[in-house]
């Protein structure tokens, strides 16, 4: 088992899993930062409005 392993596991057992929403949002970021496709069915939680953006102050 590597550390990566090791690490994953110990999270697993250590915290909450995730909340559906909160797992398509990570996933929408992942797909920007690696430049993927998105996956079929979070096409529409994926999509951002520009002309909603407000500053995170």
Do not use: F, K
């Amino acid at each position: 088992m590597s550390i990566t392993d090791d690490r994953i596991g110990y999270l697993r057992e250590h915290t909450e899993p995730l909340a559906p929403e909160d797992e398509t949002t990570i996933n929408c970021w992942l797909s920007r930062i690696e430049g993927t496709d998105q996956l079929s069915g979070e096409q529409d939680q994926c999509s951002v409005d520009d002309e909603t953006h407000e500053p995170n102050d």
